[in-house]
């Protein structure tokens, strides 16, 4: 048994799951940290991506067509991102306890939407994989990176933008700002609330492609609770990645292969108490985040409501 795992086509295995796998953490944790740049701090993740996992499910499922079920969960994704911006920014409510009550919502709705309109366990046929030509065929490194679906590819993709905009336009310096020094921020003519709303409803909008990576790509069926507290990982690899697009994404890509690891050791049979195997990319979060937070600086206006003239 322990031969088999560290065997080359196990391990192939295992990282091409966890390449698989990290989609919808990338989406999910580059939009988070799109909002914690600017200052929002939003634990709704989860529930955004169960609308957004739902919505493009139901749309593709009724229609046949995963561009409309994509759109449909960009849509629902950034709709929640703007509620979320409106009691955090516009009412100044608590961005904890706002958060959690997003998050409720989506898993309450998404249940209830399910029951409702499907009521069973369905299947689509999700985003086929993409073979890149030439690359695909190269041994052992074309399966594990060049035979995947195009949200895959996308998550991906959306490491070097996300890295650009913030760190190589205005957008981006306007972002940064808000999110360190607002008063200073305001006093040069930045729109602080713009600003913060347009981080908040595109980083709804990822979310909700994390919840769709995971209904029409990955997983290709939706059931109740889908992402299993996916969401709160992503938060939690804001703060590992220290608010980097390639800190998300070497955390992204830690966790998916950890749970990718449990998956192969039940697969092939290694005796390990199954609850423990689940256990383990959880606890590894735990104890990394233990030892990287005292080592990154948060935005400092991070979770505070900004007030015109304060300060």
């Known amino acids: ?4 795992l560290f065997s080359l086509n196990t391990i192939v295995g295992i990282i091409t799951a966890g390449i698989r796998l990290a989609t919808p953490y990338l989406y999910a944790t580059i939009g988070e940290t799109l909002g914690q740049r600017s200052g929002l701090v939003n ?14 499910f139901f749309v593709t499922f009724k229609t046949g067509s995963l561009a409309l079920g994509l759109l449909a969960a960009i849509v629902v994704g950034g709709l929640m991102g703007l509620v979320m911006a409106f009691f955090s920014v516009t009412l100044k409510a608590e961005q904890g306890i706002t958060g959690i ?36 065929d190269i041994p052992v490194l074309g399966p594990i990176f060049f035979r995947h679906n195009l949200l895959v590819y996308g998550a991906f993709a959306l490491v070097p933008i996300s890295w650009f905009i913030l760190n190589k336009t205005t957008l981006g310096l306007k972002i940064r700002a808000v999110g360190d020094n607002p008063e200073a921020a305001d006093s040069l003519g930045v729109s602080v609330t713009g600003v913060r709303y347009l981080t908040e409803t595109v ?24 992402t299993n507290g996916m969401g709160f990982i992503a938060v939690a690899l ?23 690891l449990q998956l192969w050791l039940q697969v092939i049979g290694i005796l390990i108490p199954p609850d423990f195997a689940i256990m383990m990319p959880y606890v590894l979060t735990i ?25």
């Open 43 to 56: 634990l709704g993740v989860d529930g955004i991506m169960l609308m957004g996992a739902y919505a493009a």
């Open 238 to 260: 804001v703060y590992f990645g220290g608010w980097r697009a390639v800190g998300a994404l070497a955390g992204a890509i830690l966790f998916s292969t950890v749970n990718a």
């Open 101 to 136: 009550g997003v998050y409720l919502f989506g898993l309450g709705m998404s249940n209830l939407l399910f029951q409702k309109t499907l009521g069973t366990v369905e299947t689509v046929s999700g985003f086929p994989a993409i073979h890149i030509p030439l690359l695909s």
């Open 203 to 226: 980083g709804g909008m990822l979310e909700g492609i994390a919840g769709a990576s995971l209904s029409i790509a990955l997983l290709n069926v939706f059931q109740e609770n889908l």
């Open 1 to 4: 048994m322990i031969a088999r």
């Open 287 to 311: 104890v990394v985040l233990a030892f990287t937070a005292q080592r990154v600086r948060a935005p400092a206006a991070l979770s505070k409501p900004f007030e015109r003239g304060e300060g």
